[in-house]
């Protein structure tokens, strides 16, 4: 069983993936702010993350620039609002493995989850 | 002796009434006024969809400006906390004011800065800049601080103004809590609106006693002590009460400098913020509206009702007076700065109603308070009291009070309802029943000394005036 | 010696004899008192309803949490029979309805695809579009355009005249929510309510019109160009800009001529726009023209040479900067430093020695 880490702040998104990505078989766990995450990140790997840009306490960006320094191995998708052109090239500089837009289709992201598990 | 007698003190009835009745008079239309906004605002937003405006490209972007003087205990978790805003395009501009503690090197450790070379101008004259910095980790692209020598918030702002690049800038102070689409709906105004839009404000909710983590209200408290939680019925009644119905006759005057966003050519061409009064925050938003009205160009001013920003109130007697004497101050500046809009037509509400009003009941009230105390004690020293006819106006004048108190709660109550226990109600009452006997004489007091000092000051106010400020309202100030 | 204030007054025992004006201070008292009583009792009235209702709210709340998660992603849930239950046991009162209506278009707001579908489909299951219906009809703004707001969202079609009259309303939310209602049902030409659009387009409009086409359209893209003569600048502005973002390169021709527009915030979005299609001629049209233009048009045209031209171009401007406009100064010389990274240094030293010149 494969263990994502899934980052994200709307708490209707959250279920959604929960349920979702749960229902495929993943291990599931849930940071509801930056802080949160940092704390998950230190105490434990996972085989993918999942994360929005814009949440409390600690900016999806500076997650994503301690997960490639700390833990450069494990594929980062984004999860975000945002669909300018400059935030998704800001993030793919940064080095991230995907980038997902909300309004997203759950089926098609549970298919890209699949993609980057197989991987590696 | 007598029909004399009886002749003043009739007199005094009738300017006792009238006086009340003007009040009662205002506040009635400031209720109502506010009831009609806050209802208006509660239903525009109430389907508003966030993603389209963080999708969008049309969207201008924005300068957040945060001066910081000494602010080493909590300025890196305070940064962390604004870059965390909900907002497509942001710049953070932290402007280090001369801090004599250790702000700048925490912030170049934290967030891995170095000096740049960025060209800028002082389109509005400063204290020298030391150095400008930004981060090498691309997770902090939007961050700049700036360190430049000691001069005021006032000067800090200013020369965040001449470095920041988008053209719409916020103020704010950096240690207030900001929610986290605060900037979303500040921007707002600037969008929806077919007048040109020069500044928009919104609502401060005191912090004191709340839950805070890293930056965040994580849970609304009551304030513990009673002067905290007096200024909490102050603020309900400034910003929901007051400001919300000035905003409804577009005739807001002040904007909180702790949290404002502004148009920044506006800004620049008024001539920035004015170092030498105490009062910037007011001055500058005066400054601008009567440039605006000066070039007859059709403008507006925002203001949003919902709680955008948190701050922290004085919990001692010693620093809340201070700050009141310094708001007086700032006032009185203000008003002294731009007393030819007073009553002047041509500036429309702002001359006919705004600074008569900031005059009146702003300015004048608690030194016409501070008399009326000082004709009782002569009265008691003379055992001329009559405690009846005393109890009546008393109490006409502390009924008046708390009504007007439990209305400003109705407000919060009607409107956003931060103070969701039923028992913290009781204890707001409660404090609205002691405030006009322990909290108002010390703020009454406060004024009264502020005055005292600005007239004991007066060769800085002459300093002032002759401080080289180039625009135009400013020229036509020194010209009179 | 008696108190001379004695004479307003004679003891408590004697009210008529009080003098007028502290009659009326208790009168005034009373008033007050029972206005205070009336708001206390009013706002502690109000405090224990909201109350309720909010806990009433999150229970349903978290009802449909469960109920749509299980509708969208469990294979095992028996859709049809699960509906008919919640609509008999959980859609009974005013609250419930509008929980879900909200909750459902929260759920739809987030997702796309398959989900989305599937959710339009439950909200016509349950029934919910004859509560919207009925809101169409009140005279409220707000309901109006809430209710527009959920058609819109969920695709649900009505009668074209039954929205039509809205896209002119006073208010600007009725407006806005009849627009994208337009747009959003709309299976071609989404922009079409244009025309008949005679109130002019806020920028707050704008983005959620643009946003929608993005976002929720899902024919061909309109020709934008067709609105370029339209008789309102906001809507002439819009679509210029829009051109520009759906890249289509065969308007270039059109849009040309507004570079010579009367009114400024054409110009701007004309330029923008040109420079966005990477035109080549654009350098060689607005150039000339540099001096006699203002100070945001001028921007525009350096940001269009540091994007489109060379250096050769910048120095052309060079003699045309005024020397104490250092706002452009510094616009022209940070793009300098753009074109010449390898003369950073030689261009600082010599923007600042030009200062102290001028200090």
Redesign the interface.
């Known amino acids: 069983m494969k263990k994502i880490l899934v980052i994200e702040d709307n708490p209707m998104v959250i279920k959604s993936l929960e349920f979702k990505l749960t229902k495929d078989g993943h291990e599931v766990l849930i940071a509801k702010d930056g802080r949160e995450a940092m704390k998950f990140l230190k105490e434990a790997n996972f085989d993918l993350i999942l994360t929005d840009l814009m949440l409390p306490f600690v900016t999806g960006k500076e997650l994503i620039s301690y997960i490639k320094k700390n833990l450069p191995k494990t594929p980062i998708i984004v999860l975000s609002t945002s669909t300018q052109e400059n935030i998704i090239m800001d993030a793919f500089n940064m080095g991230v493995d995907d980038f997902i837009t909300k309004p997203f289709s759950p089926n098609e992201l549970s298919l890209r989850v699949k993609r980057f598990l197989n991987k590696a | 002796m007598g029909s004399t007698l009886q002749q003043i003190t009739d007199i005094a009835s009738w300017l006792f009434l009238i006086y009340g009745a003007i009040i009662c008079t205002g506040y009635l239309f400031s209720a109502v006024f506010s009831l009609i906004e806050i209802r208006d605002y509660k239903r525009r937003n109430n389907f508003v969809d966030e993603t389209a405006m963080l999708q969008s490209l049309n969207l201008p972007a924005i300068s957040i400006l945060a001066p910081a003087y000494n602010e080493g205990l909590n300025i890196v978790e305070n940064v962390r906390s604004l870059l965390t805003i909900n907002y497509p395009s942001f710049e953070i501009v932290i402007i280090n004011d001369g801090s004599k503690d250790d702000s700048l090197n925490k912030l170049i450790e934290e967030y891995e800065l170095e000096k740049r070379d960025v060209l800028h101008h002082s389109f509005i004259p400063t204290k020298t800049i030391r150095g400008i910095y930004k981060s090498r980790n691309k997770a902090f692209k939007s961050l700049i601080v700036v360190d430049k020598e000691n001069g005021g918030k006032a000067d800090a702002l200013n020369t965040g103004i001449n470095i920041c690049k988008n053209s719409i800038i916020c103020c704010i102070d950096v240690d207030c809590i900001l929610e986290h689409d605060a900037m979303l709906k500040l921007i707002k105004p600037f969008l929806n609106n077919e007048k040109k839009v020069i500044a928009s404000g919104g609502v401060i909710r005191v912090a004191n006693s709340c839950v805070i983590e890293d930056g965040r209200i994580i849970e609304v408290r009551l304030p513990e002590k009673f002067i905290a939680r007096v200024q909490v019925l102050e603020y309900f009644r400034a910003f929901l009460m007051g400001r919300m119905a000035w905003s409804r006759v577009d005739g807001l005057l002040l904007i909180s400098g702790a949290f404002g966003m502004f148009d920044k050519p506006t800004v620049i061409e008024a001539g920035g913020y004015n170092t030498n009064t105490v009062g910037e925050d007011m001055e500058l938003l005066v400054r601008m509206r009567r440039m605006m009205r000066e070039k007859n160009v059709p403008y507006t001013v925002g203001f949003v009702p919902d709680p955008l920003c948190w701050t922290e109130v004085p919990q001692s007697w010693k620093v809340l007076q201070s700050q009141r004497n310094r708001w007086t101050r700032g006032t009185a500046e203000t008003l002294w700065i731009h007393k030819k809009m007073l009553f002047n037509p041509k500036y429309k509400i702002l001359g006919m109603l705004s600074t008569p009003f900031w005059f009146f009941f702003e300015w004048l009230a608690p030194l016409i308070e501070f008399f009326g105390i000082l004709f009782f004690l002569f009265l008691l020293f003379f055992n001329q009291i009559n405690w009846i006819i005393f109890l009546t106006f008393f109490l006409t004048v502390y009924s008046f009070a708390f009504l007007f108190s439990v209305t400003a709660l109705f407000f919060e109550e009607y409107s956003f309802q931060q103070y969701t226990k039923p028992k913290y109600i009781f204890r707001l009452i409660g404090t609205a029943l002691l405030e006009p006997i322990l909290y108002h004489p010390v703020i009454m007091w406060s004024s009264v000394m502020g005055n005292f000092d600005l007239i004991r000051g007066n060769k800085k106010w002459g300093v002032m005036t002759r401080t080289g400020f180039t625009n135009p309202v400013k020229k036509n100030k020194n010209n009179n | 010696m008696t108190?001379?204030?004695?004479?307003?007054?004679d003891g408590?025992s004697n009210f008529r004899d009080w003098?007028?004006?502290?009659k009326?201070?208790?009168l005034?008292?009373l008033f007050?008192?029972f206005?205070?009583l009336c708001?206390?009792t009013?706002?502690?009235g109000?405090?224990?309803f909201?109350?309720i209702r909010k806990s009433k709210k999150k229970e349903q709340e978290n009802l449909l949490?469960d109920f749509l998660?299980?509708f969208?992603?469990?294979e095992d849930f028996e859709k049809q029979k699960e509906i008919e239950n919640f609509k008999k046991n959980h859609l009974n009162s005013e609250l419930e309805i509008k929980v879900t209506i909200k909750e459902i278009?929260?759920?739809h707001?987030?997702?796309?695809?398959?989900?989305?579908t599937a959710l339009e489909e439950l909200f016509l299951q349950l029934q919910l579009d004859v509560f919207i219906l009925k809101d169409l009809d009140k005279n409220n703004?707000?309901d109006t355009?809430?209710a527009i707001?959920a058609l819109s969202e969920l695709t649900i079609e009505v009668p074209v005249n039954n929205i039509e009259p809205y896209l002119n309303d006073p208010r600007?939310?009725v407006r806005q929510q009849s627009q994208l209602y337009f747009l959003k049902t709309a299976k071609t030409n989404p922009l079409q309510f244009l025309d008949k659009t005679k109130r002019?387009l806020?920028?707050?409009?704008?983005?959620?019109i643009?946003?929608?086409l993005?976002?929720y359209y899902e024919g061909p893209a309109p020709d934008f160009a067709q609105w370029l003569n339209h008789e309102l600048i906001s809507v002439v502005e819009f679509s210029i800009?829009l051109i520009a973002?759906y890249n289509q390169f065969e308007n270039i021709p059109k849009l040309v001529p507004f570079l010579k527009h009367a009114k400024e915030s054409v110009k701007i979005e004309a330029i923008r726009s040109l420079r966005k299609l990477e035109y080549e001629e654009l350098l060689g049209l607005v150039i000339p023209d540099f001096e006699k233009e203002n100070l945001l048009i001028k921007k525009e045209i350096l940001k269009t040479i540091k994007q489109l031209g060379n250096h050769d171009d910048l120095q052309r401007i060079r003699p045309l900067i005024a020397a104490d406009d250092?706002?452009l100064?510094?616009k022209y010389?940070?793009i300098e430093?753009f074109f010449l990274p390898e003369k950073?240094e030689q261009i600082?030293i010599e923007?600042m020695r030009e200062?102290e010149i001028e200090i």
């Open positions: 108190p001379n204030f004695v004479i307003l007054f408590f003098a007028w004006i502290m009326i201070n208790v005034i008292i007050f008192l206005l205070t708001l206390v009013f706002i502690l109000l405090r224990l909201k109350n949490i998660n299980s969208l992603f469990d278009l929260q759920f707001k987030n997702l796309k695809g398959e989900s989305a703004w707000y355009a809430r707001y600007d939310e002019p806020t920028t707050w409009q704008q983005i959620y643009e946003n929608a993005k976002n800009r973002r250092w706002e100064k510094i010389l940070n430093r950073i600082n923007s200062k």
